[in-house]
């Protein structure tokens, strides 16, 4: 199973459905709380079980365990944050990083 990682919502449709036929599923990081907006491929894939959001048990090993609590940072070090946090999940998980963005 793939970690998409670092956005929360699945940016490109085109690369998501070619993800798909790839990956049998593929997760995601939503904070408790985070409501999402899902395009309508998203919310197709999430209802047939392939594109799901992280729970609280894919989080196992991290230390963020109170739910809303919010940081204000620098949108590179919450860049870098989010990356580190994404592969540090994958690896605990037994995933597969999976991004849409050359710089990540």
Request: net charge neutral; charged share 20%; hydrophobic share 40%.
């Amino acid at each position: 199973m793939g970690l998409y990682y670092p956005y929360i919502h699945f940016r490109g449709e085109q690369w998501l459905k070619l993800a798909a036929l790839y990956w049998p599923r593929i997760a995601r990081v939503v904070p408790d709380g985070y409501t999402v907006r899902d395009s309508r491929t998203t919310a197709i894939l999430t209802q047939a079980g392939l594109a799901l959001e992280t729970t609280r048990e894919i989080h196992v090993g991290t230390t963020a365990r109170e739910t809303g609590q919010w940081l204000a940072m620098d949108p590179s070090l919450a860049w870098a944050y989010k990356c580190a946090l994404s592969e540090h999940l994958a690896r605990v998980n037994e995933l597969e990083p999976l991004t849409d963005g050359l710089a990540a």
